[in-house]
T-cell receptor, first 114, second 114 residues
Framework: AQSVTQLGSHVSVSEGALVLLRCNYS??????LFWYVQYPNQGLQLLLK??????LVKGINGFEAEFKKSETSFHLTKPSAHMSDAAEYFC????????????FGTGTRLQVTL | GAVVSQHPSRVICKSGTSVKIECRSL??????MFWYRQFPKQSLMLMAT?????????EQGVEKDKFLINHASLTLSTLTVTSAHPEDSSFYIC??????????FGPGTRLTVT
């Protein structure tokens, strides 16, 4: 079965600082990986996805993630944090063998301080 | 991106009553729709997967007689919580998938059972 692990349930950065949210995956087949963002009391918005094309994936709002097979990682980064980036971030993997069901990580809450 | 709506956004019902939540894909046809449940400060838990015109496939531990799912068309799925109890209070989120492994999420429905 495929799974993702998000290290750090809470991450706090200063405005303008680098954002790094960690995600490691476990999969017996090449995975499809996703990062979603959730603002309070809202649904999820797709930030970016990896579907076996380019390993460096650029998403919306200045976020990007790099698929590293050797490290089984798909960390999310943004060079300069904005206050509006404060939200909950979820890494997810597609279980391609079972009707494309998403398996989510436990989430990382990003706090951005002045 | 594709838009998914949910109605209502918030609902309060009395214990023992039933409540229906609608999920609509507004500008695409969703071959598959998913229903998730999210507890406070936790990740999303997949409840069921539904394909248009077919019976929903429920995840282990989800009561199919309690959480009735109907996927009547490629743009509409409904979740009915029957005989609701306070422990059913939660944030329910639906998503639609177009067949490209990408899910588009609704804004969620906050259910409170008193």
């Amino acid at each position: 079965a495929q799974s993702v692990t998000q290290l750090g349930s809470h991450v706090s950065v200063s405005e303008g600082a680098l954002v790094l949210l960690r995600c490691n995956y476990s999969s017996s087949v090449p995975p499809y990986l996703f990062w979603y963002v959730q603002y309070p009391n809202q649904g999820l918005q797709l930030l970016l996805k990896y579907t076996s094309a380019a390993t460096l994936v650029k998403g919306i709002n200045g976020f990007e993630a790099e698929f590293k097979k050797s490290e089984t990682s798909f960390h999310l980064t943004k060079p300069s944090a904005h206050m509006s980036d404060a939200a909950e971030y979820f890494c997810a993997v597609i279980n391609t063998g079972t009707a494309s069901k998403l398996t989510f990580g436990t989430g990382t809450r990003l706090q951005v301080t002045l | 991106g594709a838009v998914v709506s949910q109605h209502p956004s918030r609902v309060i019902c009395k214990s023992g009553t039933s409540v229906k939540i609608e999920c609509r894909s507004l500008d695409f046809q969703a071959t598959t729709m998913f229903w998730y449940r999210q507890f406070p400060k936790q990740s999303l838990m997949l409840m069921a997967t539904s394909n248009e015109g077919s019976k929903a496939t429920y995840e282990q531990g989800v009561e199919k007689d309690k959480f009735l799912i109907n996927h009547a068309s490629l743009t509409l799925s409904t979740l009915t919580v029957t005989s609701a109890h306070p422990e059913d209070s939660s944030f329910y989120i639906c998503s639609g998938e177009t067949g490209t492994y990408e899910q588009y999420f609704g804004p969620g429905t906050r259910l409170t059972v008193t």
